[in-house]
């Protein structure tokens, strides 16, 4: 596998190196095809274990280190960008073996990228529903446990309700953030960068982001959350701030580096602040960080 076959002159050796790619697409089928069995199989075992949730087959983070492994390996002319489509594809190929479920994603007429996102990451057959705002994305979510929405980044200020304040806290029925899409980025790639959200809890990967979800009484500066934020032990970034009308309490959505877990004791030191500045802070999901490559896909 993966050795180098030099250029024969002549039919004959042009005959025989393509019977070599012949063999080798049947091994890839047959290879496939028992995965698809796998996959089916693993979707009786979890059928016939503990009572579960439907989205309970996705699995973002196992999906996030199937794809690192894979671009770490590759060698060679294949790009990085053909790997992740093949085993998105594949992946989801085998999620549907394992649970019927549907996409739906934010679509009118000056916003198709996230459509395009849904078919990249979920797969080119994937059933996907436009809606007109973010805000109806995540309403399908939250009627349909098994569905995956596709959303826009958060605004860094956000009038009235947005989007991400609806989604659930870490262990809490409801749709949270699973994944950052694209998984393959480029710095200077201009390609849609969206999120997914669906019922399903973050799980670590090593290399991670995790959005925290912050009610902050009022009057409490930027300032003086990111000081608070910091001294409890967070590395976090402010990503959007959402005021309410009158000055009443605002939420802000942070992205901590790293996986944190619903328990993690730095929650607790905030939410137990004595001026109760922070009223709530909750991880609503987050992300296996993606991976940057060159727009080539010669270096993952």
């Not at 989801?92 to 479920?101: G, V, Y």
């Not at 958060?154 to 659930?168: F, K, M, N, Y």
Request: glycine share 8%; charged share 20%; hydrophobic share 45%.
């Amino acid at each position: 596998m993966g050795q180098d076959f030099q250029q024969t002159d002549g039919p004959k050796g042009l005959d025989g190196l393509r019977a070599k790619i012949d063999a080798i697409d049947d091994a890839l089928l047959d290879l496939l095809v028992h995965r698809a069995d796998i996959s089916v199989a693993i979707a009786k075992v979890k059928q016939g274990s503990a009572p579960r949730v439907k989205a309970s087959a996705f699995r973002p983070a196992r999906e996030a280190l199937i794809l690192r492994r894979l671009l770490a390996r590759r060698r060679g002319n294949l790009p990085a960008t053909v790997v992740v489509r093949i085993w998105r594809e594949i992946i989801a190929a085998s999620l549907h073996a394992q649970d019927n479920f549907a996409v739906h994603a934010l679509a009118d007429d000056t916003q198709r990228g996230f459509l395009d996102l849904a078919h990249a990451y979920f797969g080119a057959q994937t059933l996907v529903r436009t809606h007109a705002r973010a805000s109806l994305v995540v309403t399908a979510c939250n009627e349909e446990p098994n569905a995956i929405g596709i959303v826009p980044l958060p605004q860094a200020e956000e009038a009235g309700l947005p989007w991400w304040s609806r989604l659930a806290p870490a262990g809490q029925p409801g749709p949270r953030i699973i994944a950052k899409l694209p998984f393959l980025t480029d710095e200077d790639d201009s390609q849609t960068n969206g999120l997914a959200i669906a019922a399903v809890e973050q799980e670590p990967t090593g290399d991670d982001t995790t959005y925290l979800r912050v009610e902050t009484a009022p009057g409490l500066s930027r300032g003086t959350l990111n000081t608070m934020i910091n001294e409890a032990g967070f590395e976090a970034r402010f990503v959007s701030a959402s005021r309410a009308a009158g000055g009443g309490n605002s939420q802000v959505l942070l992205a901590a580096q790293g996986f944190v877990a619903g328990n993690d004791p730095r929650l607790a030191v905030l939410r137990a602040n004595d001026d109760d500045a922070i009223l709530h802070i909750d991880p609503v999901g987050g992300f296996a960080n993606p991976v940057l490559t060159k727009i080539s896909g010669k270096a993952p």
